[in-house]
């Protein structure tokens, strides 16, 4: 397996930062999965990746937060097939996600005001609720 995982359109990781390691799976499944290392482990470091340049590094491992740890690797796990080849597509497909979603420029949030109409209905609310509760107040202590 050579080349790279395609990102975005300009970023790419290649395949030879990635660290791949084999282990067996958890769980139910008879024999198979008591001698067949299927579980897939990648870690990719992004603090110390080529692939990107020093500004994006950054950005990328703020926005992951806890999913970096103290070294700068990013870990993902799949072991949900029978198959080794299966599950490294699946983790080098998770992790193309992650990233792409860390990379997506957020919309900026413009704050609303609320409505004049809301305002005023909400305080006449409040003045009768006021009014309803003065009115008990005082046929109770005639």
């Given at each position: 397996m050579?080349g790279?995982?395609e990102v975005?359109?300009?970023?790419?990781?290649?395949?030879?930062e990635?660290?791949?390691?084999a282990?067996?799976?958890?769980?139910?499944?008879g024999?198979?999965v008591n001698?067949?290392?299927?579980?897939?482990e990648?870690?990719?470091?992004?603090?110390h990746s080529?692939?990107?340049?020093t500004e994006?590094?950054?950005?990328?491992?703020?926005?992951l937060g806890g999913?970096?740890d103290?070294?700068?690797?990013?870990?993902?796990?799949?072991?949900?097939?029978?198959?080794?080849k299966?599950?490294r597509?699946a983790?080098e497909?998770r992790?193309v996600e992650?990233?792409?979603?860390?990379?997506?420029?957020?919309?900026?949030?413009?704050?609303?005001?609320?409505?004049?109409?809301?305002?005023?209905?909400r305080?006449?609310?409040?003045?009768r609720?006021?009014?309803r509760?003065?009115q008990?107040?005082g046929a109770?202590?005639?």
């Amino acid at each position: 397996m050579s080349g790279s995982l395609e990102v975005t359109g300009g970023v790419s990781i290649p395949r030879d930062e990635l660290i791949v390691r084999a282990s067996r799976s958890g769980g139910p499944g008879g024999q198979h999965v008591n001698k067949t290392a299927t579980r897939i482990e990648l870690h990719w470091n992004v603090r110390h990746s080529a692939a990107l340049p020093t500004e994006l590094r950054d950005q990328l491992a703020e926005r992951l937060g806890g999913r970096v740890d103290t070294d700068g690797f990013v870990r993902v796990v799949a072991s949900e097939h029978r198959s080794q080849k299966l599950n490294r597509d699946a983790a080098e497909a998770r992790l193309v996600e992650m990233i792409r979603r860390a990379l997506a420029v957020r919309k900026k949030r413009v704050p609303t005001r609320t409505p004049r109409k809301a305002r005023e209905n909400r305080l006449s609310e409040k003045r009768r609720h006021s009014e309803r509760k003065r009115q008990r107040r005082g046929a109770e202590s005639d």
